[in-house]
């Protein structure tokens, strides 16, 4: 039986390299993170590169580009790195990260908050704004960029990994929002797979689409199984528990099921600032994330 399967990645905030590019480094930390998880499930998947694709939104976002040399040292080193080290581990969870993390927390219950925060928690929260308010329409224009490459694979009953990370990921739930309620596009995505997300912030939460409607009008209805890992240390993704501020999906039956993988989840990306827990090669080079997505594509 020839089953059809595609994975679209919407990456996260910043310019990013070049599409090409990009993607080929997104697909070298994924199968990486899937050998490392399920190494027997390596060997089709690295068959189908044609069957994953980004979303390239950031540079009609920045109207610029990042110099792929820049990454491509630390990326050698965390594909040699195989998993934190104690150093990591307690950078992580260090008060500073605690702090910071307290700080976001802060602006969420308090917006106007933001511009006497740390230039990481204000970086963060001002790119949320920026998404929201839309101006010249950019956030309709990236979202329609995505149901470009959603429409055909809905239609042709194509099983579909949807991954968002970071604000990549409400990029994600608000297209998936129009399919359902503007378009009524018949097909749901067989999984929607979330790092590092800001979706259960309470400043996210108000602003998705369709956040003041009620019953399933309020949510996305076009998603099977819902998967969600965060790692620690990582700021961006407050309020981790999506199985219990998404539960009423679950009591509709718009959704099947919504799994939070947050607990000794690690991301030990490092660059010339330090260790970031919040990068998307990081993430996918982890085999918590590895093994989600070898036993989503061995799924029949």
Not at 45 to 54: A, R, T
Not at 60 to 68: M, P, R, V
Not at 108 to 131: C, G, H, S
Not at 187 to 197: E, N
């Amino acid at each position: 039986m020839n089953i059809k399967r595609h994975i679209i990645f919407v990456p996260g905030k910043n310019p990013k390299p070049p599409e090409q590019q990009h993607l080929d480094l997104l697909w070298r930390t994924l199968i990486e993170g899937v050998r490392r998880a399920e190494p027997e499930a390596v060997d089709d998947l690295i068959q189908h590169k044609e069957d994953f694709s980004i979303l390239a939104w950031n540079r009609l976002f920045y109207n610029e580009t990042k110099d792929i040399s820049i990454d491509l040292p630390w990326i050698d080193v965390l594909m040699n790195t195989h998993g934190p080290t104690r150093d990591d581990m307690r950078q992580a969870q260090h008060w500073h990260k605690k702090l910071s993390r307290f700080l976001y927390m802060l602006t969420d219950y308090v917006p106007y908050l933001i511009n006497i925060m740390p230039d990481i928690v204000r970086q963060t929260a001002l790119e949320l704004t920026r998404y929201f308010q839309n101006r010249h329409n950019v956030a309709d224009d990236i979202r329609e960029m995505l149901k470009q490459q959603l429409r055909p694979l809905l239609k042709s009953d194509t099983r579909i990994l949807l991954i968002g990370h970071s604000l990549g990921s409400v990029i994600a739930y608000d297209t998936l929002w129009e399919l359902s309620h503007e378009e009524k596009l018949p097909g749901k995505i067989d999984m929607f797979l979330t790092l590092g997300s800001p979706l259960g912030m309470d400043y996210v939460r108000h602003r998705l689409l369709g956040a003041y409607n009620t019953g399933t009008s309020k949510y996305p209805t076009n998603i099977k199984h819902w998967e969600n890992l965060s790692s620690v240390g990582d700021i961006t993704s407050l309020n981790k528990l999506f199985h219990e501020e998404y539960a009423q999906m679950i009591e509709l039956g718009i959704v099947e099921d919504i799994h939070d993988h947050c607990k000794d989840i690690y991301n030990f990306y490092r660059n010339e600032e330090g260790l970031n827990c919040h990068r998307s090669y990081g993430y996918l080079v982890n085999p918590a994330v590895g093994k989600i997505i070898a036993d989503w594509w061995r799924k029949t």
